[in-house]
T-cell receptor
Framework: EAQVTQNPRYLITVTGKKLTVTCSQN?????MSWYRQDPGLGLRQIYY???????DKGDVPEGYKVSRKEKRNFPLILESPSPNQTSLYFC????????????FGDGTRLSIL | LAKTTQPISMDSYEGQEVNITCSHN???????ITWYQQFPSQGPRFIIQ???TKVTNEVASLFIPADRKSSTLSLPRVSLSDTAVYYC????????????FGAGTRLFVKA
């Protein structure tokens, strides 16, 4: 089954404790992206990747890092999480063209105390 | 990227046809129009994509006038399960690109 898998689905942690949210897709897609969703603000893009080792900033990249060492994986790294990064996060992928419909994961709800 | 404008919310009744219009005055020549549906605490799900005129699939129809400055998502005979947020996006269909979702339209279907 074609899918985008995020882990963990839920996480409560404390300020400053580094964390990584993993994202993996099994569709051999070249394009992957991370979004955060906050009430009243909709979905905002954090980072995206057009291919292995090629990443670029979205609209809200501050406080986040990403890497794309393999085609299937696109982890989101919070080096020093802060409470304003408490949010619902989604990973998505699409075929070789970014404008192709994106397949989304089920989301990761992060709470940073 | 072209900015999109949609109504914040809409109400409908089961069995009715719902039309949600999206305005994108600054759409570029290479831009496609894509609609997503999102249920609470789930990732958005692709509904339909088009470039011009009319596109129809098993879920919805997308109407795009000749000037492409707006588009209308048409949901035939909605049911309670169509209650969701609907997003209109405009962007290139080639190459990796930034994605801007906007606030979306919250559709509430009543019995």
């Amino acid at each position: 089954e074609a899918q985008v898998t995020q882990n963990p689905r839920y996480l409560i942690t404390v300020t400053g404790k580094k964390l990584t949210v993993t994202c993996s897709q099994n569709m051999n897609h070249e394009y992957m992206s991370w979004y955060r969703q906050d009430p009243g603000l909709g979905l905002r893009q954090i980072y995206y990747s057009m291919n292995v080792e090629v990443t670029d900033k979205g609209d809200v990249p501050e406080g986040y890092k990403v890497s794309r060492k393999e085609k299937r994986n696109f982890p989101l790294i919070l080096e020093s999480p802060s409470p304003n990064q408490t949010s619902l996060y989604f990973c998505a992928s699409s075929p070789d063209r970014g404008g192709q419909p994106q397949h989304f994961g089920d989301g990761t709800r992060l709470s940073i105390l | 990227l072209a900015k999109t404008t949609q109504p914040i919310s809409m109400d409908s009744y089961e069995g009715q046809e719902v039309n949600i219009t999206c305005s994108h005055n600054n759409i570029a020549t290479n831009d496609y129009i894509t609609w997503y549906q999102q249920f609470p605490s789930q990732g958005p799900r692709f509904i339909i994509q088009g470039y011009k005129t009319k596109v129809t699939n098993e879920v919805a129809s997308l109407f795009i006038p000749a000037d492409r400055k707006s588009s209308t998502l048409s949901l035939p005979r909605v049911s309670l399960s169509d209650t969701a947020v609907y997003y209109c996006l405009v962007g290139e269909a080639t190459g990796g690109f930034k994605t801007i979702f906007g606030a979306g339209t919250r559709l509430f279907v009543k019995a």
